[in-house]
Each structure stands twice: as structure tokens, then as C-alpha cells.
């Protein structure tokens, strides 16, 4: 694992957030509501591979099955 992860990260929040600034200036609301949601779920799934693997480094460090 690298900083790579936080530099995909900080960006897809950037582009998150300049998209829904976009949307609500132009008094679309409610989609920029759903690309904010869309954005937090990729992010939350990027989230839980990391953690996922994780997990598995600690059972392989501490022999637990």
C-alpha cells in the first residue's frame, strides 16, 4: 500500500466536490445530492478492500484461523 490510494482518494473528492458545487449552482439539488452519495460510495468501497486486506495480514501475522 502506498500514497496512491490517498492521492485517488483526495481526488475523487475534488471532483465530487467541484461537480456538486456545479450542480447546485445551477439549482439541480437533488442530483448533486445523488453524485455526492456516488462519490461516498466508491470511496467507501476502495475503504473496505484496504481494510479487508488488512484483516487478512493480521490473521497471517498472528496464525489465527
Given at each position: 500500500?502506498?500514497?496512491?490510494?490517498?492521492?485517488?482518494?483526495?481526488?475523487?473528492?475534488?471532483?465530487?466536490?467541484v461537480i456538486?458545487?456545479?450542480l447546485?449552482?445551477?439549482?439541480?439539488?437533488?442530483?448533486?445530492?445523488?453524485?455526492?452519495?456516488?462519490?461516498?460510495?466508491?470511496?467507501?468501497?476502495m475503504?473496505?478492500?484496504?481494510?479487508?486486506?488488512l484483516f487478512?495480514?493480521i490473521?497471517?501475522?498472528?496464525t489465527?484461523?
Open positions: 500500500m502506498s500514497v496512491e490510494i490517498i492521492f485517488r482518494i483526495a481526488a475523487i473528492g475534488i471532483v465530487v466536490a456538486c458545487q456545479i447546485k449552482k445551477s439549482d439541480r439539488d437533488d442530483i448533486a445530492t445523488l453524485v455526492g452519495l456516488a462519490g461516498l460510495i466508491i470511496v467507501l468501497s475503504v473496505i478492500s484496504l481494510i479487508s486486506e487478512t495480514a490473521q497471517d501475522v498472528f489465527l484461523y
